[in-house]
T-cell receptor
Framework: GQSLEQPSEVTAVEGAIVQINCTYQ??????LSWYQQHDGGAPTFLSY????GLEETGRFSSFLSRSDSYGYLLLQELQMKDSASYFC???????????FGKGTTLSVSS | GAVVSQHPSRVICKSGTSVKIECRSL??????MFWYRQFPKQSLMLMAT?????????EQGVEKDKFLINHASLTLSTLTVTSAHPEDSSFYIC?????????????FGPGTRLTVL
């Protein structure tokens, strides 16, 4: 089976930095993606890592270590609007569906 | 980025009726679309992979006779929940695979919230 583990909840204050970790055990690996989902909404794409290292997109960065089957999403300069659920997802081979982790609920307070 | 639409966005129906949900890729052709279901406070669970012109591939535990999928064109896939029951109430989300982008990304529709009374 496929499994992706991430913390269920994270809390932080505005302006802080938060790291959400994801470890995966899958039958194949074709990249790690991160999605944000606000209550009642659809998931929106944040970041994608196919190779080891750090990818930076504005306030969000994502890291991948394939040898450790591990990645993380780093959110900087947190804002209230960043309160949402964050999912890591793996595609086990090209063209197949993303398999999602259980999600991390981030709560940002003032 | 590529745009995927879903219709309807919200539907309420009586138990025993059938509901059809449409998923369209608006600005690209998608040979493969995926259907997910998400219960409150839970993750997205893959239900099936929809391939244009062929039968859908269902995940283990998903009843193919209850969740009928048709992918008749490169821009449209439909999911029909037949004889819906209250336990089918959920958020149904489709996505389309676009191989043209650098990230080989999967684009999601806005979702359909189904409530079965």
């Amino acid at each position: 089976g496929q499994s992706l583990e991430q913390p269920s909840e994270v809390t932080a204050v505005e302006g802080a930095i938060v790291q959400i970790n994801c470890t995966y055990q899958t039958s194949g690996f074709y990249g790690l993606s991160w999605y944000q989902q606000h209550d009642g909404g659809a998931p929106t794409f944040l970041s994608y890592n196919a190779l080891d290292g750090l990818e930076e997109t504005g306030r969000f960065s994502s890291f991948l270590s394939r040898s450790d089957s591990y990645g993380y999403l780093l959110l900087q300069e947190l804002q209230m609007k960043d309160s949402a659920s964050y999912f890591c997802a793996v595609r086990v081979q090209a063209g197949t569906a993303l398999i999602f982790g259980k999600g991390t609920t981030l709560s940002v307070s003032s | 980025g590529a745009v995927v639409s879903q219709h309807p966005s919200r539907v309420i129906c009586k138990s025993g009726t059938s509901v059809k949900i449409e998923c369209r890729s608006l600005d690209f052709q998608a040979t493969t679309m995926f259907w997910y279901r998400q219960f409150p406070k839970q993750s997205l669970m893959l239900m099936a992979t929809s391939n244009e012109g062929s039968k859908a591939t269902y995940e283990q535990g998903v009843e193919k006779d209850k969740f009928l999928i048709n992918h008749a064109s490169l821009t449209l896939s439909t999911l029909t929940v037949t004889s819906a029951h209250p336990e089918d109430s959920s958020f149904y989300i489709c996505s389309a695979h676009w191989s043209g982008g650098a990230s080989n990304e999967q684009f999601f529709g806005p979702g359909t919230r189904l409530t079965v009374l």
